[in-house]
Each structure stands twice: as structure tokens, then as C-alpha cells.
């Protein structure tokens, strides 16, 4: 049931914390942060390169995996959307591999690349959140998240469960690659592990995003804005309040607002970055500059010191937790989930069960 909460999803965002602790100590030991994997199906040391592929949420997932394993073990990364695969024709590495990602491990999409990529010789790694499911039967291997069940038709908690088990292949990918060192490794490692404890507190944030979805609610046209790792999760975003809300939403890189999005901007559009400080802050800040000065209302998700900043033309800054870059894009995910509950909330949609929508998607 859904306890004290008033929709299936509203728990399952507070199930966060307990779901991303659950999945990395999977993955991850704790007293010697170190990360420790099965047995894959190929082996990440010699593979040459890598296809990753998914369909909705878990294609956005894939995107920041795919990120986090090029950076962290420098092995060439493709990822595309389940359903246009096929149509790329991509010649495939002899000896490659892929990793599949889907909570339901049913959705038909993600099934057709699976046949494809093993006809194609790659050996075939899925991450999914159902044990018994088709993807994880018919993979040469597979990797759960434990996230446990998803009621809510949108992906929240199985989304930030994918991103956690990805961010521990990243690790241990860059161990076995030799493109990590054992320290960055533990590191990074000790930095997952406080995320579960930040999840919390973003929680808690609550009556702050509940007051910027006040706003958000009001609006026709929305733009999410995230630079490397926290594009997909600036995506996310939009495809969340797009999907419960009905609210027309955009997630782009940053960088690329000026290249066409810009055109939108007026002082009706509400301007959503992701932009925690660090080597990327930056430029972000000032594309959001650019936007302010067209009268775009600009919102932000950042930490302490990306909010200094802002603040100057920022309508409303949300801080969050200071994590190590690594970390942000799980982070991030939670509130933009949360935001786009409570606009749907306001705006009396199914959140449960959006329009047209279905959770587990068995056509092509
Ligand atoms: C979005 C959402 C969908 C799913 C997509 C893939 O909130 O829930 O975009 O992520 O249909 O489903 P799975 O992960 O079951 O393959």
C-alpha cells in the first residue's frame, strides 16, 4: 500500500536513501570501499568498446553511465535509444560488449537491441530491477539494482538506483582498466557511499521545490539546463514534468541554448539549471546570464557555492548538498523527480498513472 503517502510515487521518492544504500552495498563495500563485481559477461579490462542502449528514464541513465565509463576507464562508449539502434546500422566491435538498462526488463524496444546486439557477436550485460525478468534471462548476464517494486508509472526511485550500480561499474571498470588508480577509486567510492545520507537531506528540501513548483505549475513552456554528466539529468527533468504535469518541457546542454532554444525565452519561461560548482559552473552560469537577460526566469539546483553566485539574477536557488562531481547527477535527479510530483499535484493530473502512459511499454 501506499502507507501515510498520498500517491504511490510521493513514497517511492522517499524510498530514495533506502534504495540507493541497498544497491551500492551490492557493489560497493563499505569498510574497505573498495568495488567488488560478479563476473561479466565480457571482461572490461580487454573490451574494445562498449553500446549502451535503453529506452525513457533508463536511456537517460545510460547517458551519464556512458560519461562516467568513458572518463573513469577511457573505454569508447555509443549509446542510443533502443528503438533507433538498429536504424544507425553501427558497425559493432568484434569482441564487444553492451549494457542494457530497464527496470521492468520487458520493454519491447530494449528487447529488439538485445537480439540484436547478440546476432551482432557483443556479449550482452543488463542492468535491470526485475530478477525474473525477459532482458535478464535472455542476457549473458545481468546485474540488479534493488530497488525493489515501482507502482508509480514514472521511473524515480529505479532511476536513481541505475544511476548508483553504473557509477559502481564506472569505478570498478576504471580498476580493472588500470585508468584509475587505487586511491581516485576509493575516493570516488567513499563519495557514493555519503550519497544515500544526502538523499535524505535533499528530502527534506521539500516545501522549498513544492514553493518553485508553485511557479513551474504556471508556466506553458519550461527549459531544463545541465552541462557533461548532468545533461541526461537536466533531460530527465523535463521528460518527468512533461509526462505528470503535461507542462511542454525541453532538457538541453546548456551550451546549446544559444543555438536555438534561446529563441523561446521570454519572461514566461522558467529556466531550470542543474549547475553545481566545480570545472563546469562557469559557463553554465553565464549561459544562464544570457538567459536572465531575456527576461527568462532562472531557476537553480546547486550547491553553497554555485548559489553565491547566482543569487544575483537567479529567481529562486534550491542548495543542495556539496558533493564531489562524481556524485552530482544522482543527486540532482531527486529533486527534479520531486519538483515535477509536486507540480502535477497542483495541477490535479493522475500521477500515479499519467495519461496515455503504461509502465511497462511490450510494443515497438
Ligand atoms: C519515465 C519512464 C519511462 C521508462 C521507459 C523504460 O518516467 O518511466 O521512460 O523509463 O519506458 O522502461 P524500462 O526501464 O522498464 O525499460
Not at 88 to 113: C, H, K
Not at 225 to 231: F, H, I, V, W
Not at 290 to 298: C, K, L, Q, Y
Request: charged share 20%; with cysteine; glycine share 8%.
Amino acid at each position: 500500500g501506499k502507507g501515510n503517502f498520498r500517491h504511490f510515487m510521493e513514497k517511492e521518492l522517499h524510498e530514495h536513501p533506502a534504495v540507493l544504500g541497498d544497491t551500492l552495498q551490492q557493489y560497493l563495500d563499505p569498510a574497505t570501499r573498495a568495488v567488488a563485481l560478479p563476473p561479466l559477461p565480457f571482461d572490461p579490462a580487454t573490451v574494445p568498446r562498449l553500446t549502451m542502449s535503453a529506452c525513457g528514464s533508463a536511456f537517460l541513465a545510460a547517458q551519464v553511465g556512458r560519461y562516467w565509463i568513458e572518463q573513469l576507464a577511457r573505454i569508447p562508449v555509443d549509446a542510443d535509444v533502443a528503438s533507433e539502434l538498429r536504424y544507425r546500422e553501427p558497425p559493432l566491435a568484434e569482441g564487444g560488449g553492451a549494457i542494457l538498462v530497464s527496470q521492468s526488463g520487458e520493454t519491447a524496444d530494449t528487447m529488439a537491441a538485445l537480439r540484436l546486439l547478440q546476432q551482432g557477436g557483443q556479449k550482452v550485460l543488463s542492468v535491470v530491477n526485475v530478477p525474473e525478468s525477459s532482458m535478464a534471462r535472455e542476457s549473458d548476464g545481468a546485474l540488479l539494482t534493488v530497488a525493489g517494486p515501482e507502482i508509480g508509472v514514472a521511473s524515480t526511485k529505479a532511476f536513481t538506483a541505475q544511476l548508483a550500480l553504473l557509477a559502481c561499474l564506472a569505478i570498478g571498470f576504471g580498476r580493472a582498466r588500470g585508468t584509475l588508480d587505487e586511491a581516485t577509486a576509493r575516493l570516488l567510492a567513499s563519495t557514493l557511499t555519503e550519497v544515500p545520507g544526502h538523499a535524505a537531506l535533499i528530502l527534506e528540501k521539500d516545501a522549498e521545490i513544492r514553493a518553485m513548483a508553485a511557479e513551474v505549475a504556471k508556466a506553458r513552456d519550461v527549459l531544463f539546463l545541465g552541462r557533461g554528466a548532468l545533461m541526461p539529468i537536466a533531460m530527465e527533468g523535463a521528460l518527468k514534468l512533461k509526462e505528470l504535469s503535461y507542462i511542454h518541457a525541453e532538457g538541453y546542454p546548456a551550451g546549446e541554448m544559444k543555438h536555438g532554444p534561446i529563441a523561446l525565452i521570454d519572461t514566461a519561461v522558467p529556466v531550470i539549471a542543474l549547475c553545481p560548482s566545480g570545472p563546469l559552473f562557469e559557463k553554465t552560469a553565464s549561459n544562464l546570464q544570457e538567459a536572465a537577460a531575456r527576461g527568462g526566469r532562472i531557476m537553480a539546483f546547486t550547491d553553497a557555492v554555485g548559489a553565491k553566485a547566482l543569487r544575483g539574477f537567479a529567481e529562486r536557488v534550491i542548495e543542495l548538498p556539496t558533493v564531489h562531481p562524481f556524485a552530482a547527477p544522482i543527486l540532482h535527479a531527486i529533486p527534479v523527480q520531486v519538483l515535477a510530483y509536486h507540480v502535477a499535484v497542483l495541477k490535479g493530473t493522475d500521477v500515479d498513472q499519467p495519461r496515455n502512459l503504461a509502465k511497462s511499454v511490450t510494443v515497438e
